[in-house]
């Protein structure tokens, strides 16, 4: 088939097809989800005890803050690349991995203060479990929902919609959590979202093709 | 004549009446971008192959088109697939390119002889002519029969350090005779 006769056969089969719509809309339609699927999360794990006395913490609090930034940029930028142009707010799409190198800052000068690494125990395993079983469902809405538009970027689409949803769970196990150690937390809980992250690229790579 | 602005604007709005559903606005539209488009692609890549990429850059238009609203401009949008499939089928090329493999007698026609028959001048007794016997001895064990040092010392009668002493000079006076 020749380049005309492919211009008049895609042009016999226009229909009018119902438009993706702007990254905003379709952003706030999703993160109310989302954010009801956070809520419920958190309820069923429960808040710490201590929760308000460690908001009295600065670090605590940085890296809460830290975690909520990650998780809403993540999701901002995984939106954005269902738009092959990423809707021309290409810029956007740097501000999670400044905001993960911060935060990486953040948790290497947490772990110089807390002194000589000893052996991390192997129970924290639950942590990783957890963080992972909260963020299958948001990853797998994300993952449907950018199929439905046409990335040019894959692998960057995969690896945000993993980060946004691990993220959730960071922040879920966090506030509940009665645990302050930064050698479980970096074993447990960050590590394994960088890794989750790694892993959603390989599968953005795999199924957001088109 | 159209300006550069206004020339876009009617593509555009081509676009989004195509996107409505209107055909002969659409096939206007694709028309349009058509030459553009294989422009860009003959830039980058071979003309054998530039309508298939062109080819393949339309039929994605037309699977994006929905994510197009009209509302900000759209070469940037085009320029994005164009890139995005340009790269897909540069990566494809290098892929098939490092797997394919070339039947060496196939190219026997065509490469150049390379190799030359030794002549009976040509061999390595000539460059230990001038190398002492024990040396000459040691060298053959090691370097040709392939002993070790220790087994060749032990087969004359020598230590081990003694025969890598020797070996070394031996191979040093050789790459004096040879100019190296």
């Known amino acids: 088939m020749n380049t005309e006769q492919l211009i008049a ?16 809309a379709l952003g706030l339609r999703m993160g109310a989800v989302l954010a009801l699927y956070g809520l419920a999360a958190q309820w069923l794990l429960g808040f710490r005890p201590d929760l308000a006395v460690q908001f009295t913490h600065p670090l605590y609090v940085l890296e809460v803050l830290l975690l909520v930034a990650i998780m809403l940029t993540s999701y901002a930028a995984a939106l954005l ?3 092959p142009d990423q809707y021309q707010y290409r810029s956007l799409l740097h501000w999670p991995t400044r905001l993960v190198s911060l935060f990486a800052v953040l948790i290497v000068v947490q772990l110089g203060m807390s002194g000589p690494i000893t052996v991390i125990h192997p129970e924290g ?4 479990l957890c963080i992972a079983s909260v963020a299958i469902l948001p990853s797998a809405a994300l993952f449907i929902l950018i199929r439905r538009g046409a990335t040019t970027t894959p692998q960057l689409s995969g690896l945000y919609a993993a980060l946004a949803s691990c993220s959730v769970g960071c922040i879920v196990q966090r506030l509940s959590e009665h645990t ?4 479980h937390l970096a074993g447990w809980h960050y590590l394994p979202t960088l890794i989750f992250a790694g892993i959603g690229a390989w599968i953005g790579h795999k199924e957001l093709k088109w | 004549m159209s300006t550069k602005p206004n020339k876009y604007a009617e593509i555009t709005a081509l676009f989004c009446e195509g996107n409505a559903g209107n055909a002969l606005s659409y096939q206007r539209f694709l028309v349009g971008i058509t030459p553009m488009l294989r422009r860009v692609i003959m830039r980058r890549l071979p003309p054998a192959d530039a309508e298939d990429v062109l080819q393949e850059v339309l039929i994605s238009i037309h699977k994006a088109r929905h994510t197009f609203d009209g509302d900000r401009p759209l070469m940037p949008w085009l320029m994005a697939i164009t890139s995005f499939r340009i790269n897909d089928y540069l990566r494809k090329a290098y892929a098939t390119s490092r797997r394919e493999t070339v039947d ?15 002549g009976a001048d040509e061999s390595i007794n000539e460059l230990l002519a001038d190398v002492p016997e024990r040396e000459r001895k040691i060298l053959t064990l090691m370097h040709v029969e392939g002993f070790t040092a220790k087994e060749t010392g032990a087969k004359l009668g020598m230590k081990e350090s003694a025969v890598k002493v020797a070996a070394h000079r031996a191979v040093k ?4 005779k040879m100019g190296t």
């Open chain 1, 9 to 24: 056969s895609l042009s016999g089969e226009v229909t009018q097809k119902r438009a993706l719509g702007k990254p905003a």
């Open chain 1, 81 to 83: 690349t269902m738009y």
């Open chain 1, 125 to 128: 395993i639950g942590c990783t």
């Open chain 1, 180 to 183: 302050d150690s930064m050698q």
């Open chain 2, 104 to 118: 060496i007698d196939s190219l026997a026609d065509i490469l150049p002889e390379v190799t030359e028959t030794m």
């Open chain 2, 173 to 176: 006076k050789i790459r004096e």
